[in-house]
């Protein structure tokens, strides 16, 4: 498998993980995703929910799960697109996410991505409600090899587009971390959703 850096990815990559097409035709505005408070950013402070666990040997994850929000769905491979953005996952397989495949597997040293859409034309998506996780939730994706890497969350950000920080969000890692990834920062009818989620973690555990 080539192994391309994180920051090779645009910021642009993620801005197209949901539409809000549902919520004009159904009228849902006022019921926009969750969208994370400031206690659930990161703090000036050291990471106090314990040290990371022990790095696992590269394997393509499978499956993603994330119990606070009632997520567990199938992962398929992203790759860049001919612009350097990653591509998505179909939009019309609302339980459906992605990981970048040419990047880290979840589990190993560095910084893995996952993302997947925040809604679609028929109504939520997987990560339609990223934005009300909260710190120290777990996140587990279960793994080719059989191994299930499990994730501590360590903060819940969201950003405008033209904030995104690259470098923060896809940069390389000393130790096993984790991006989830969707579409968020509000949204309007002239714009669609303004930014994007984003949910920081690193390893914790790991268990056959």
């Not at 949901?18 to 000036?44: D, K, M, Y």
């Not at 769905?73 to 040419?102: H, I, M, R």
């Not at 997987?126 to 080719?144: H, M, N, Q, T």
């Not at 191994?147 to 969350?153: K, N, P, W």
Request: proline letters at 9%; a neutral charge; aromatic letters at 6%.
């Amino acid at each position: 498998m080539r192994r391309v850096g994180n920051t090779a990815i645009a910021a642009v990559t993620v801005i197209a993980l949901g539409g809000g097409a549902w919520l004009l035709h159904s009228g849902a505005e006022t019921h926009a995703p969750p969208q994370p408070s400031a206690a659930q950013a990161h703090s000036a402070g050291p990471d106090v929910r314990g040290r990371s666990a022990p790095a696992l040997p590269p394997s393509p994850p499978d499956r993603v799960r994330i119990p606070a929000i009632h997520v567990d769905a199938p992962l398929t491979g992203l790759a860049l697109t001919p612009s350097g953005s990653l591509g998505v996952p179909p939009a019309e397989k609302k339980n459906l996410a992605g990981w970048y495949e040419a990047g880290t597997t979840p589990g190993e040293t560095g910084t893995a991505i996952v993302a997947g859409h925040v809604d679609n034309a028929d109504g939520p998506a997987v990560f339609y409600d990223l934005g009300a996780l909260r710190k120290g939730s777990a996140i587990e994706v279960d793994r080719r090899d059989g191994s299930v890497a499990v994730f501590t969350v360590d903060a819940v950000e969201v950003y405008q587009a033209r904030d995104f920080p690259d470098e923060k969000v896809y940069g390389a890692a000393s130790r096993p971390e984790l991006r989830v990834i969707t579409c968020g920062g509000g949204y309007t009818k002239s714009t669609g959703y303004q930014g994007n989620v984003v949910v920081f973690a690193h390893l914790t555990s790991s268990r056959a």
